[in-house]
């Protein structure tokens, strides 16, 4: 175990010093660290003053710091205009109505939904409904209103309080004070030219909500921006504020949905080193979120299936013991780790080395998970292969070891043990063959067929040894020598009728054209007529046997020797009582006898 542990060591070394030396890549890392300005608005207390709400709605629009003072001044401009403007008049509904036309006709020129940003709309006028509802929160109050925020499912506008009537104001209309009423509207001459009705929406799940929590909405929606444009590190350090403004629900699930977009980003551009120190250190800071651990573990996991796929494997696996160590990583996961860390060593290993060191690094993990299945059937695979590879090299003593030890284990199937035995005994009749001849090739053959429960191979191997055996001695003349093969004991075991008649056919066929030379024609038909006796009348000895007797007859009658010639054919028509030719030749000779 010692040893182990300073292996570990040694991997761990090797990988520091890896990622030291190694080039950093350009990666998006996300502040985790709320802005100072954050915290000390998390801090106050509600109701803001309007100083604090101008600088909030600036910062946490993501104004910067060299901005902020210009835009300030720009926002107490627009208020002391508004001052001015409706000066001397006192809060009241109608104050309210006409706060808003004139916001909307001085300051608000074209609404866009995602534009959430404040500074956004004191510089360019684009407003949605977040950025509209906190100034016109912000204006109404430095008149002496009492406003709020109201949210509802997917929308912001405020409600100010006047007495003990509350009115809606729909920021993003011109005629959003008290939705729902009929509203005159006039040209610009004065003259009343119709009525404009505001719907009042979906408002059954309205909510009304601080002004920190008007002010987060600002956040979440830029988080939501950031998402679209895949600026994922950009949302996390918005949700991070955004959570620290205010810890609640809404403010959550924005934190989590932007550690869930930016690990799904380190994940797919694999920037592990950064993201998991990323994730790591925010699974720390909120070590209540259980999903941030998840993400973190996650970010682990593929970073150590990134190595194993790029042939990486001591850096895998340091970083699966040391996850597992420190319980980034659980009992399961560690485990799949492991296992895919062992198949694919063992897969890349096979290709480069040989079925030998796949199984060396098989074995290595069934010495960790010596139950595991999925080893377990590759360490089947790799040894199959190993033994095929044993014998495809010739290596037949080792194969033939390494078979009969996994049979006595039934590591295979009955039709695997066949089929290696099958292809083991085909390589020893290869040798044997090329080394002593083909005796000793079928004695392996032979051998074989007492292994294999399916004999069909071995069978059909024996044959074509024999059968070419036995055909090159008859076409080296050597007859005797094919005679006593066609008749043995290899040739009662492995020689099928078809193919005996046939190496017969071709022994009294070639021995006959043999004697034709040697002995006369009349030695090559009695040749051919021990043939038939043998093996029947073939049309091949039939047609032999009357081309030797004709041309045996032939050179009898040409020394004029009728009387020996027609002895000759009547004995041969006692063996082919009805061939034309013997008949038409005997005419002949009776012929010339007369």
Same mark, same amino acid.
């Given at each position: ?38 915290? /000390? ?35 107490? @401009? ?16 109608? =104050?309210? +109505? ?15 939904? !995602?534009?959430?940003?404040? +500074? ?18 912000? @204006? ?13 499912? +997917? ?5 100010? %309080? ?30 009343? #030219? ?35 444009? !895949? ?20 403010? =959550?699930?924005?934190?989590? %949905? ?33 999903? =941030? ?86 360490? #089947? ?33 009955? !039709?695997?043990?066949?089929? /290696? ?30 292994? @294999? ?99 045996? @007859? ?18 041969? =028509? ?10 038409? +030749? ?9």
């Amino acid at each position: 175990m010692k040893r182990l542990w300073l292996r570990i060591l040694y991997f761990f070394l090797i990988s520091f010093f890896y990622f030291q030396l190694s080039p950093l890549l350009q990666a998006e890392v996300p502040r985790l660290e709320p802005l100072n300005s954050v915290a /000390l608005l998390a801090k106050a207390k509600e109701p803001l003053k309007i100083d604090e709400l101008i600088a909030a709605s600036l910062i946490l629009s993501g104004v910067e710091d060299n901005r902020l003072q210009t835009l300030k001044k720009m926002f107490y @401009v627009k208020i002391d205009e508004v001052k001015a403007h409706f000066k001397g008049r006192g809060v009241s509904p109608e =104050l309210g +109505d006409d706060l808003l036309r004139y916001i909307h006709n001085q300051y608000l020129g074209r609404y866009n939904v !995602k534009q959430t940003r404040v +500074d956004e709309l004191l510089e360019k006028g684009t407003y949605n409904c977040v950025s509209s509802a906190v100034f016109f929160l912000i @204006v109404s109050r430095s008149l002496g209103f009492s406003t709020y925020g109201v949210k509802t499912t +997917d929308h912001s506008f405020c409600a100010i %309080q006047v007495g003990e009537n509350t009115y809606d104001v729909e920021t993003t209309s011109v005629y959003g004070f008290n939705p729902g009423e009929k509203k005159e509207f006039t040209d610009d001459f004065g003259k009343v #030219t119709g009525y404009a009705y505001v719907p009042p929406g979906n408002y059954s799940a309205r909510e009304i909500i601080g002004e920190k929590e008007l002010l987060f909405l600002i956040l979440h929606n830029r988080a939501v921006v950031s998402f679209d444009k !895949k600026q994922y590190a950009d949302a996390v350090s918005i949700a991070v504020d955004g959570y620290e403004l205010i810890k609640n629900d809404l403010s =959550l699930v924005l934190l989590l %949905q932007a550690f869930a977009h930016y690990t799904t980003w380190v994940v797919s551009s694999k920037q592990f080193q950064s993201g998991a120190e990323v994730l790591r250190k925010a699974s720390s800071r909120y070590n209540r979120q259980k999903k =941030l651990k998840e993400y973190y573990s996650h970010i682990i996991t593929q970073w150590v299936v990134s190595y194993i796929d790029e042939a990486e494997f001591n850096l895998a696996q340091v970083l699966i013991f040391s996850s597992y160590k420190d319980k980034t990583i659980d009992n399961d996961t560690y485990r799949e780790l492991f296992v895919y860390l062992h198949q694919k060593k063992a897969e890349y290993f096979a290709k480069r080395d040989g079925n030998k060191s796949a199984l060396e690094i098989i074995d290595q993990g069934l010495g960790m998970f010596h139950d595991e299945q999925s080893l377990i059937q590759s360490k #089947t695979l790799y040894t199959y292969n190993y033994i095929v590879e044993l014998i495809t090299e010739g290596d037949v003593e080792l194969a033939s070891s390494v078979l009969i030890r996994t049979k006595a284990e039934a590591q295979f199937k009955e !039709k695997d043990y066949n089929e /290696l035995f099958a292809f083991l005994y085909q390589k020893k009749a290869e040798l044997a063959f090329s080394a002593e001849g083909v005796e000793a090739a079928l004695e392996q053959l032979e051998e074989g067929m007492n292994e @294999v429960a399916d004999k069909t191979l071995m069978l059909q191997l024996g044959e074509m040894y024999l059968f070419n055996h036995i055909k090159a001695l008859i076409k080296n003349g050597e007859f005797s020598q094919a005679a006593d093969n066609i008749n043995g004991q290899y040739a009662s075991v492995f020689l099928s009728q078809k193919s005996k008649q046939d190496l017969l056919l071709y022994f009294y066929l070639t021995k006959a054209e043999s004697l034709s030379d040697s002995a006369g024609f009349l030695a090559a038909a009695h040749c051919i007529r021990e043939g038939m006796s043998s093996i029947g009348k073939h049309s091949h000895l039939v047609q032999n046997y009357e081309v030797y007797i004709h041309n045996h @007859v032939a050179e009898l009658a040409g020394r004029k020797e009728y009387a020996q010639a027609l002895a000759v054919l009547e004995q041969a =028509l006692t063996v082919l009582p009805a061939s034309s030719v013997f008949k038409k +030749d005997k005419r002949v000779i009776e012929d010339n006898m007369n």
